[in-house]
């Protein structure tokens, strides 16, 4: 299983950026994939995820007015769309996948926000 992150960069507060995270390998969709991230100093923290097979998608309570996940099926990648982008949400954004209790990780990609 590999999953291949992109889409961080630098953005002013207020602004949007679209993460991405292209999974490969799984032989089935049962599976969930989602976002983690970490920021400067603190743990890491669940942002979103969705259940590939059901479609069914789950956020953080702080992600839940500003983010979206998504899938586009045909090219097995998982998209985190982000809105309304806060200099609290700087932090190195990890994709992560599950199944059967195993957890893959995909390399970071750093989200910076600020003026």
């Known amino acids: 299983v590999q999953l291949q992150a992109s889409g961080g960069g630098l953005v002013r507060p207020g602004g949007s950026l679209r993460l991405s995270c292209a999974a490969s390998?799984?032989?089935?969709?049962?599976?969930?994939i989602g976002w983690f991230r970490q920021a400067p100093g603190k743990g890491r923290e669940g942002v979103a995820c969705?259940?590939?097979?059901?479609?069914?998608?789950y956020y953080t309570d702080f992600a839940k007015d500003r983010f979206t996940i998504s899938r586009d099926n045909a090219k097995n990648t998982v998209y985190l769309q982000m809105d309304s982008l806060k200099p609290e949400d700087t932090a190195v954004y990890s994709c992560n996948a599950r199944r059967m209790g195993v957890d893959y990780w995909g390399q970071g990609t750093l989200v910076t926000v600020s003026s």
């Open positions: 969705l259940a590939v097979k059901a479609g069914r998608t």
């Open positions: 390998g799984f032989e089935s969709d049962y599976y969930a």
